[in-house]
Structures are given as structure tokens and as C-alpha cells.
């Protein structure tokens, strides 16, 4: 983030004649953002998954993230008893997952259903209600409260701002950004950043360990 507030100030120095260009690197720079933070959230949640998997630590994760995957997993199959109402086929379907009762039970060897994607799934955008959503299903409950805490500011209108601001600029005609936006806008993705750093550290290191850190 630090290169593209240096990219934008360069931006900044070009002539009044060259301003659509200026626009542009401003508007790309919160783009950019938005999308490193997607990345970050959705690799911080897949390193730790896989971490787990390999060191053999299953005992150690939050039953509730062992759940959500569970739960993912039979989604369809009860879906389509919904729809069909066919026991025999929900049964033997049931039948052939053996290996949720491992995911279930906390074992230490977890099976190759416990993915990190699955956790992020349709929710690693970095809006407040995917934030919540997704924190909550590795078994971090009020993250929004407690990036606030860390960063002595409200997260819930830090994050709105900057998708507010993103959701506009996608528009066929977006608002100007000046540079004392995009340097805002970037510092407060940043400290946001930091800030799900350091809460998430502190996860990996109760449920997995130190070691399984790899951010």
C-alpha cells in the first residue's frame, strides 16, 4: 500500500492538462487496495488451514470452524431431500462422507475437506458483513469490536468508507478522488490490515500454534 501512495503522489505532480491521468492512478490505487485486501484475507485464512493440516494440530482448531465445513459439505444433499424427498438418497449420500465424523470429533489428523477456501468461500470480500461472517466461522467472534479496541476508532465506519468509496468510483461516472482521499483511504486499509494481523496471530498461536504462522 505504501508503493501505491507513493505511485498516487507521483500522480499528484503531473500538469492541471494531464489531470484524467492523475484520476486514474487515483481511482487504480483504491482498486488495487481493495483487491490486496481481499488477497491477504483469503491466503491469512487458507496458510493457517493448511498449517494445521500438515503439523497434525485438528485438536487444536475451534469447533466451530470444524463445524462450518461440516455443514457445507451436507448442505446440498439436504438441500436436494428438500426437493425430492428422497431418503434412500440422502442416507447412502450421508453414508459416503466418513470422513466428517474425523472433522467432527476434533482429531488431530484432519482429512483434505478441512480447506481454507471453503472457510473463505463468499465471504473473503472485505465488506462488514463478510468480515464478521467469515471471522466467526474460524471461532473469532466480535472482530469488528475488537479491531476497533486496537485501533482506538470505529472498524464498522472505517470499512464502509472505503467501500463506499470503491462502489462509487464503479460507476460510469465516479466522484473525483484527491490525493488526501487515497492517502486516507490506503492508511486506513493498512491499519486495518495490521490490525486482523495481530488478532489472527494470536488465533493461529491457540489453535494450531506459533509455527503455523506464515503471514
Partial sequence: MDFLIKKARRAQRLRASDSDIRDLVFQSSVFRTGAAVETYIRLLIESWAQEVKNKARGHLTPGECRAFIVSKRLQDKFSRYAFNGDEKELYMALRAETDIVV????NANLPAAFDGKVLHQGAA???????????????????LGRISANLSRDAEVLIESFQSVRTALAHAAPPTVTIGDVEKLLGDS????????????KHVAAHGGRDCWTS
Fill in 190 to 201: 493498512k491499519a486495518l490490515v495490521g490490525s486482523i494481523d495481530r488478532i489472527f496471530y
Fill in 103 to 106: 472433522l467432527l470429533g476434533g
Fill in 125 to 143: 470480500y472485505p465488506s462488514n458483513k463478510n468480515i464478521k461472517k467469515l471471522f466467526a466461522r474460524v471461532g473469532i467472534d466480535n472482530i
